[in-house]
C-alpha cells in the first residue's frame, strides 16, 4: 500500500510558541492531503482538506488564521499551529488520496501528538 | 445530511470467537465505503473499499460486506492480535473526496 509519513511522532511545546507537522507522501504523488484531530476515544475529525498549489479549504468551526496548512508540492504537506495553547494539544493525522480511476482510498501516516503546557 | 453510525461501540470476544461490526451509512450518492483498522497511538491502517452493494472483500481473517443502507466487517477466528479499533468511512458523490468517519467499534480479543 501507499506510505505516508509524518514529522515529528510527537512533540511538546509552550504555550504561545507555534508548532509547524509535516505530511509527506513516500511512494506516490498526492493532490490532495487531509488533516484530521483526534481525541482520546473518539473518531478522526476532519480539519482541512489541503490541495497542492491552491488553498486549503477549511471545516466549519476550524480557525484559518490558528491552523495553517501549506501544500507546496505533490509529497508534502504542512500544519502549523500558531500561538498554541493546552486546548490544542491532541493527536494529529494526515492522510494523502491515492488517485486515479476508481481508486480513491486516502492512506494514513501515523499521527503527531501534540502537547502543549 | 451524510452520516455513519457504527455499533457496537465496544466488543470483548474470546478468541476464537467470529462476530461482526456494523456500519450503517445515510448519503446522498455512495462513491465508495472504506474500512480501517486503528491500533493505540497510530494511524489508520487501510482495510478494504468498497463501492457497490453486494460486493464483498476478503482479508484473512476479516471479510466486509456492503448492502444500500449499512456495511458488515465480519471477523472469524479471532486472535488477540485482531484487537483494534475498527473505523468505518463513507466518500460521497458529492464532489469532494472526504470522508465521513464513523465512531468506531473498539475490539478486544481474549486469550
Known amino acids: 500500500g501507499a506510505v505516508v509519513s509524518q514529522h515529528p511522532s510527537w512533540v511538546i511545546c509552550k504555550s504561545g510558541t507555534s508548532v509547524k507537522i509535516e505530511c509527506r507522501s513516500l511512494?506516490?504523488?498526492?493532490?490532495?492531503m487531509f488533516w484530521y484531530r483526534q481525541f482520546p476515544k473518539q473518531s478522526l475529525m476532519l480539519m482541512a482538506t489541503s490541495n497542492e498549489g491552491s488553498k486549503a479549504t477549511y471545516e466549519q468551526g476550524v480557525e484559518k488564521d490558528k491552523f495553517l496548512i501549506n501544500h507546496a508540492s505533490l509529497t508534502l504537506s504542512t500544519l502549523t499551529v500558531t500561538s498554541a495553547h493546552p486546548e490544542d494539544s491532541s493527536f494529529y493525522i494526515c492522510?494523502?488520496?491515492?488517485?486515479?480511476?476508481?481508486?480513491?482510498?486516502?492512506?494514513f501516516g501515523p499521527g503527531t501528538r501534540l502537547t502543549v503546557l | 445530511e451524510d452520516q455513519v453510525t457504527q455499533s457496537p461501540e465496544a466488543l470483548r470476544l474470546q478468541e476464537g470467537e467470529s462476530s461482526s461490526l456494523n456500519c450503517s451509512y445515510t448519503?446522498?450518492?455512495?462513491?465508495?465505503l472504506f474500512w480501517y483498522r486503528q491500533d493505540p497511538g497510530k494511524g489508520p491502517e487501510f482495510l478494504f473499499t468498497l463501492y457497490s452493494a453486494g460486493e464483498e472483500k476478503e482479508k484473512e481473517r476479516l471479510k466486509a460486506t456492503l448492502t444500500k443502507k449499512e456495511s458488515f466487517l465480519h471477523i472469524t477466528a479471532p486472535k488477540p492480535e485482531d484487537s483494534a479499533t475498527y473505523l468505518c468511512a463513507v466518500q460521497s458523490t458529492s464532489g469532494t473526496y472526504k470522508y465521513i468517519f464513523g465512531t468506531g467499534t473498539r475490539l478486544k480479543v481474549l486469550a
Open positions: 448519503v446522498s450518492g455512495l462513491r465508495g
Open positions: 492522510s494523502a488520496r491515492v488517485e486515479g480511476g476508481k481508486v480513491n482510498e486516502q492512506f
Open positions: 511512494d506516490f504523488q498526492a493532490t490532495t
